[in-house]
């Protein structure tokens, strides 16, 4: 049979909510991602690396929001993300329908565009 792994704190945080509340809101911005190192300088960043987009999944929050193709997400909500289980920890809970901060680098350069974190059924 298959395995998944979960990271410990969003195991940690849905039982939580689910014990306060019921139910779990998951969010989801839309994209296909992979791990990368940061490039090096100028950016303003603590951690090494971040995730690069490699697809936008049309009229996702993340299009709408103007992520693109070749964008490498740093930071959402103000947080690191440097993997893909940092951002599934980011995108569970209360940040589901609130519009949040995602710091990129395009181009080799930072911005920052705002992406409203639509919820997964």
Known sequence: GAAFA?????????AGTLQERG???????????????????????TQKGGLLVVGVEDGSPAGRGGLMVGDIVATLDGQPVEDTDDLLVLLSGDRVGRAVPV???????????????????
Do not use: F, H, M, N
């Not at 969010?27 to 992979?34: A, E, K, P, R, V």
């Open 23 to 45: 139910t779990v809101k998951r969010g989801y911005l839309g994209i296909l991602s992979q791990p990368v190192r940061l490039p090096e300088g100028g950016l303003d960043l």
């Open 103 to 121: 710091r990129v680098v395009r181009g080799g350069e930072p911005r920052e565009v705002e992406i409203t974190v639509g919820e997964r059924g």
């Open 6 to 14: 979960v990271p410990a704190d969003l195991a940690w945080r849905v």
